[in-house]
C-alpha cells in the first residue's frame, strides 16, 4: 500500500500497490492525487507531503528565483517529474522563503535537491542535474521503497 496527499485538499489517500496511483482521485475532493508535475509548496504543505507519503520517495528541488543552475534545472526537474509519474512526489520549496527548513536540512547550496523517504531525508544532491540525472537517482531510491 502507497499513500499520497492530496495536492488539493491535503488529504492522505492510501493507494494499493497494483493500482496506478497517477489515476488515482482524491477521496475527500475528487481531485487528482498525482498529476505528474512538480507541487510548489511551502512549509506547511511540505511538512505534509513528508508526513502523508509513505512507500513512495518524496524529491524536493529546493531553489530560488535568483539563482540561474536554478532557472536551468527546472525544465530538467519537470521532465523528471512526468517520466518518474506515479513513481514518487517531486516537490519545490523556495529557499528564500523558508530558511528554516534549509537550516533544518543543512542546505548549502542551491539548487539541492533531497530525497525522503518515508519522512526520513535518505539522500541528496547538490548542483545542477539533468533529467535523465534526476530520474536515475529517484528510481533507484524507489526500488529501494519496493523491498
Ligand atoms: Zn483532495
Keep these: 500500500m502507497r499513500q499520497f496527499v492530496c495536492p488539493s485538499c491535503g488529504?492522505?489517500?492510501?493507494?494499493?500497490?497494483?493500482?496506478?496511483?497517477?489515476?488515482?482521485?482524491?477521496g475527500r475532493c475528487k481531485a487528482e492525487v498525482l498529476s505528474g508535475a512538480p507541487l510548489d509548496v511551502e512549509?506547511?504543505?511540505f511538512a505534509r507531503h513528508l508526513a502523508g507519503t509513505k512507500g513512495a520517495p518524496?524529491?524536493?528541488?529546493v531553489w530560488a528565483p535568483w539563482c540561474g543552475p536554478c532557472r536551468?534545472?527546472?525544465?530538467?526537474?519537470?521532465?523528471a517529474a512526468r517520466r518518474v509519474g506515479s513513481g514518487?512526489?517531486?516537490?519545490?520549496?523556495?529557499a528564500d522563503?523558508?530558511?528554516?527548513?534549509?537550516a533544518q536540512y543543512a542546505v548549502q547550496g542551491i539548487p539541492a535537491l533531497l530525497l525522503f523517504l518515508d519522512g526520513r531525508l535518505i539522500a541528496r544532491?547538490?548542483?545542477?542535474?539533468?533529467?535523465?540525472?534526476?530520474?536515475?537517482?529517484?528510481t533507484l531510491a524507489a526500488a529501494k521503497a519496493a523491498v
Design 11 to 26: 488529504a492522505g489517500n492510501r493507494v494499493p500497490v497494483d493500482r496506478d496511483p497517477a489515476l488515482a482521485r482524491c
Design 43 to 45: 512549509a506547511k504543505a
Design 58 to 61: 518524496v524529491l524536493v528541488d
Design 72 to 79: 536551468a534545472m527546472s525544465p530538467q526537474f519537470d521532465a
Design 88 to 94: 514518487a512526489r517531486f516537490l519545490k520549496l523556495n
Design 97 to 102: 522563503n523558508n530558511p528554516e527548513l534549509c
Design 125 to 138: 544532491k547538490a548542483g545542477l542535474m539533468s533529467a535523465d540525472q534526476i530520474v536515475d537517482w529517484v
